[in-house]
Nanobody
Framework: QVQLVESGGGLVQPGGSLSLSCAAS????????MNWYRQTLGKERELVAG???????NYEDSVKGRFTISRDNAKNTVYLQMNSLEFEDTAVYYC???????????????WGQGTQVTVSS
């Protein structure tokens, strides 16, 4: 069984910073793409940032230059450093990973439980 466990998040003032992390655990052969999504009430979940196993990255336009995604392959962990936070960044942030479990031939999508990020003065 594979699990994604997120940590970080919380309340921060506009212009502040927060860091999220997400660790994949369980019977894992390899973790491929890792992503951060976010969702606000009444809206669809949107991709915020993604990183491949070889550390190629992509970002949603509104977070470019403010957020940085990184990963530690040895720890099966992905991070999201969020700087210059804005009110519009308030959302539940979800970790997503494409994982090949041990003894499996295919990859599967797994999701974290979500962590709340609130930007408020």
């Amino acid at each position: 069984q594979v699990q994604l466990v997120e940590s970080g998040g919380g309340l921060v003032q506009p212009g502040g910073s927060l860091s999220l992390s997400c660790a994949a655990s369980g019977s894992i052969f390899r973790v491929y793409d890792m992503n951060w999504y976010r969702q606000t009430l009444g809206k669809e979940r949107e991709l915020v940032a993604g990183i491949t196993r070889s550390r190629s990255t992509n970002y949603e336009d509104s977070v470019k230059g403010r957020f940085t995604i990184s990963r530690d392959n040895a720890k099966n962990t992905v991070y999201l450093q969020m700087n210059s936070l804005e009110f519009e960044d308030t959302a539940v942030y979800y970790c997503n990973a494409k994982v090949q479990p041990s003894a499996a031939l295919w990859t599967y999508d797994y999701w974290g439980q979500g962590t709340q990020v609130t930007v408020s003065s």
